[in-house]
């Protein structure tokens, strides 16, 4: 079966870096579409950055500049690079695959479009 396996989140300062991997396994990686989510205490589960099997990725605003997603197809991995990180990017970061979906398109950064998560990784950012 699909199992998506987070790792990497710990708790850091404001400034710093985290580095999150999500180990796929149970489908054919390299035609799933992939994304990172996020979700604070109180508050909707959140699109943080997409990547699919062409490569393409998209990130929310908030993001943008300081967070890098990104593939390894040989491992069935994929990366979430997060640098300058802010107190508001704490949350439980979840990643997310759409199996035998290539493309993306606009539905990259919505929830409702993957079918399998992660159990979920907790990124704690202190001022």
């Known amino acids: 079966q699909v199992q998506l396996v987070e790792s990497g989140g710990g708790s850091v300062q404001a400034g710093g870096s985290l580095r999150l991997s999500c180990a796929a396994s149970?489908?054919?990686?390299?035609?799933?579409?992939m994304g990172w989510f996020r979700q604070a205490p109180g508050k909707e589960r959140e699109g943080v950055a997409n990547?699919?099997?062409?490569?393409?990725?998209g990130y929310a605003d908030s993001v943008k500049g300081r967070f890098t997603i990104s593939r390894d197809n040989a491992k069935n991995t994929l990366y979430l690079q997060m640098n300058t990180l802010k107190p508001e990017d704490t949350a439980m970061y979840y990643c997310?695959?759409?199996?035998?979906?290539?493309?993306?398109?606009?539905?990259?950064?919505?929830?409702?479009?993957?079918?399998?998560w992660g159990q979920g990784t907790q990124v704690t950012v202190s001022s």
């Open positions: 997310a695959a759409r199996p035998l979906t290539r493309e993306a398109g606009v539905w990259g950064l919505a929830a409702h479009w993957y079918g399998y």
């Open positions: 149970g489908y054919n990686y390299i035609s799933a579409s």
């Open positions: 990547i699919d099997s062409y490569g393409s990725t």
